[in-house]
């Protein structure tokens, strides 16, 4: 199992849009995707929760979330052996392990803990809670979104990840980070 957990090498610029719920990732991810013409790595557990909601009415368990970190990874994996000059992933297992310790009181799967660990991205864009709250089957924690913000900054700043924080409208936060991706690319040559 350890290797479905583990990163592929690769020499492209790994970006994680990453953050609470209902916070504009998935725009973003959108649009930085046509903005470099590139393809971006979608969530896996949305369309999987989704799908154990729509079948069952049953909402996620402590189960669900290493088949949620191994199909994440399999996606992300899957995008690399393109050879892609950026990647652009709308999560990460970081991300998940973050889900993990807030509904499950700290707990985390072994296997998920060290590969978000392991597993190294170039950058963070962090979404801050300042766009509007968008209800979904899945999303439950509209009172909460401050303290959601908090717990994605503390495992970032915990595991010393390189991050920027991105605030305002869609506009505003998509120009600060194609500047922050284009920086790094420079950086990287």
């Not at 998935?26 to 989704?50: F, G, N, V």
């Not at 990874?73 to 050879?83: D, H, I, K, P, T």
Request: with cysteine; hydrophobic share 35%; glycine share 4%.
């Amino acid at each position: 199992m350890e290797e479905k957990l583990k990163q592929h090498p690769s020499h492209c610029l790994k970006i994680v849009v990453f953050g609470p719920e209902s916070t504009g990732k998935t725009t973003l991810c959108k649009q930085l995707a046509s903005h470099y013409d590139m393809l971006w790595i979608e969530e896996y557990a949305r369309p999987y929760l989704q799908e154990k909601w729509d079948k069952e009415k049953k909402i996620c368990t402590y189960e669900d979330l290493l088949p949620i970190a191994i199909g994440q990874m399999n996606l992300e994996n899957g995008a690399v052996r393109q050879n892609p000059e950026i990647l652009i992933c709308d999560t990460d297992l970081l991300e998940t392990k973050v889900y993990s310790e807030v509904y499950f009181d700290g707990k985390v799967p072994q296997l998920l803990d060290k590969f978000s660990r392991l597993n190294s991205y170039d950058l963070y864009l962090l979404t801050y809670i300042d766009t509007p709250w968008i209800p979904d089957d899945l999303r439950d924690k509209p009172d909460e979104r401050e303290v959601m913000f908090q717990h994605f900054k503390n495992a970032l700043d915990r595991e010393n990840r390189p991050y920027v924080i991105l605030k305002g409208n869609e506009s505003t936060r998509l120009a600060k980070a194609i500047t922050t991706i284009d920086t790094l690319k420079e950086l990287k040559k």
